[in-house]
């Protein structure tokens, strides 16, 4: 049976770059790619088994964590990542008018945080609008001479636009990495752990001693981060990528959750997993 994929649509993004990629990275034979209108929409489709697998970005080296994503897996504990990579972000700046007329810019959040600088530089004036996703903002403005888009710069020749600018990413490393999401634990080779937990104690030093629990087995994280619980003000989960290389590793780090829960009140494993980094065309 073809496995229907899930991506933050519609087509043109780079999470539609990235779901093609993990799709043949996981071997899915002649997979059914299904645009969703937001990345909640790309969460339920899975959580709700309207899809067989997801593709959604998780982090980005200029912005962070991607809060919906993050938010997702600790709600939804029978999700899994099954594997990761990370692309470089270079937007473009797209329109049917010219630069000197543009009074609207239009994309994603993360996109438009990751462009604010060059923003405030060159279209000082110009109000930032949010949009479910980078190519939707390059279909608003198609026929308007006063809006442009942050997007991908292969978004151009879909919708007949023009180039304006280009890169305009404040960083020129800019990158992301996108999971593919399952119901399904990963059992191929990993380099990842990832996982969250609130702890039981909110008091001097119990998140210090879950930190020292990590090191000393030996792991070295990759990644540390914090939410808010969204039950009250000052309780906050924290989500944490291990660097693992061999079953050995997996071993320790199945010890290493036996020696966590029981200072934790919710403990999530989103699994182990292969990340890799991959260059565009």
């Known amino acids: 049976m073809r496995k229907q994929v899930a991506y933050l649509g519609p087509k043109g993004t780079f999470a539609e770059k990235a779901a093609h990629i993990l799709s043949k990275l996981a071997n899915f034979q002649t997979p059914i790619f299904v645009p969703c209108n937001g990345l909640h929409s790309v969460i339920k489709s899975i959580a709700h088994n309207n899809c067989d697998a997801a593709v959604v970005p998780i982090e980005n080296s200029v912005e962070g964590g991607v809060t919906a994503t993050l938010d997702a897996l600790w ?26 007329m543009i009074s609207e810019v239009l994309s994603h959040p993360q996109a438009l945080a990751q462009c604010s600088e ?9 109000v930032p609008l949010p949009t479910n996703s980078t190519s939707e903002a390059v279909n608003m ?33 800019n990158c992301t990495r996108f999971v593919l999401l399952s119901k399904e634990l ?3 080779s990993s380099n990842i752990a990832s996982f969250a ?34 039950r009250e003000l000052g309780e906050y989960i924290i989500y944490i990528d291990l660097e693992i290389n061999n079953q050995t590793n997996i071993k320790k780090f199945l010890k290493l959750k036996n020696d966590l829960k029981p200072l934790c009140n919710n403990f999530v494993d989103f699994g182990n997993y292969f990340s890799e980094n991959i260059e565009l065309d």
């Open 186 to 188: 990963n059992t191929d």
């Open 197 to 230: 937990f609130s702890l039981i104690s909110n008091k001097p030093g119990a998140l210090l001693k879950a930190i020292n629990h990590i090191s000393e087995y030996g792991f070295n994280m990759s990644k540390i981060e914090s939410r808010p619980s969204k």
């Open 118 to 126: 060059w923003l405030s530089e060159n279209l000082p004036n110009a």
């Open 141 to 173: 403005v198609k026929g308007s001479k006063f809006r442009a888009a942050i997007g991908s710069k292969s978004l151009i020749q879909v919708e007949g636009l023009k180039e304006l600018a280009f890169p305009i990413n404040d960083v020129p490393g």
């Open 75 to 100: 709600k939804f504990p029978d999700i899994y990542i099954n594997k990761a990579i990370v692309l470089p972000i270079k937007h473009a700046l797209i329109s049917d008018g010219e630069l000197s």
